[in-house]
């Protein structure tokens, strides 16, 4: 992996961390990646940030929610992990649904008559007379 | 931040092994993971969001504080509070009463199938 799209991936996977985290030591660990680059290898640097991201998001999501806080909504600014993961599961099973689904076929072939055809075309199908 | 009274025991070897280092000076982000992998021979050597993931914890546990730099071209460096020697001491206590028994059930006890 080059040097520059191993950086670029580190710095979109930072966005896997919970904003005060990545506000507190995002350009810290962006900073150090380069450091760590030589003597750890990208993929062990990658793997490093997704488990802690991983860890992150499971602790952040399992302190409980103050009462007081239940009359407004956070708007989180930061994709977190589990909607992460429900986006991608969803997007998965949309795209297997529609390689998988089956091209409707017409059994039949339409025994309608031209005139007919055209009635049914312009919505005047009830002044068909024969 | 207020500091958690729990404490979590036992640390994984990564969080000792960053205890210990600062335990010895106050270092920065890349010198931890220096002293980390020297102190453990290379045995372990940890990355930079294993590193922040523990100090963001420890530092919730009050156990070690950040030195904002003065300037712009220094870095960031992290210090072990008092909270955090006491921690960090405990769990060696733990692990040195683990090794005693361990040691003297290994040289002391014969396999049951002999008896």
């Not at chain 1, 992150?56 to 994709?79: D, G």
Request: charged residues 20%; hydrophobic residues 40%.
């Amino acid at each position: 992996m080059t040097r520059s799209i191993s950086r670029r991936l580190y710095q979109q996977l930072l966005l896997l961390y919970t904003e005060p985290f990545r506000h507190e030591f995002g350009d810290e660990m962006l900073g150090m990646f380069e450091e760590c680059r030589v003597a750890q290898g990208s993929l062990r640097l990658l793997a490093d940030l997704v488990l802690s991201a991983a860890k992150q998001q499971i602790r952040y999501l399992s302190v409980p929610v103050p009462k007081c806080a239940l009359l407004y909504t956070e708007i989180a600014s930061s994709p977190n992990l589990a909607r992460m993961l429900t986006i991608m599961v969803f997007g998965a099973a949309l795209v297997a649904g529609v390689f998988r689904a089956p091209t409707p076929k017409l059994s039949q072939p339409c025994t309608l008559s031209r005139t007919e055809r055209i009635l049914v075309s312009d919505n005047r199908v009830g002044t068909i007379s024969h | 931040m207020e500091p958690k009274n729990k404490t979590p025991s036992p640390l994984s070897p990564a969080a000792l092994q960053i205890l210990a280092t600062l335990a010895i000076e106050d270092l920065h982000g890349y010198g931890i993971i220096q002293a980390v992998s020297i102190q453990s021979q290379g045995r372990i050597r940890i990355g930079p969001g294993t590193l922040y993931d523990n100090l963001k914890r420890f530092m919730e546990h009050g156990w070690v504080r950040d030195l904002q730099p003065a300037s712009d071209n220094e870095k960031r460096m992290y210090r072990l509070t008092a909270a955090g020697k006491a921690a960090l001491s405990h769990e060696i206590r733990r692990l040195d009463d683990l090794i005693r028994q361990t040691k003297r059930y290994l040289h002391g006890m014969k396999p049951r199938s002999v008896e």
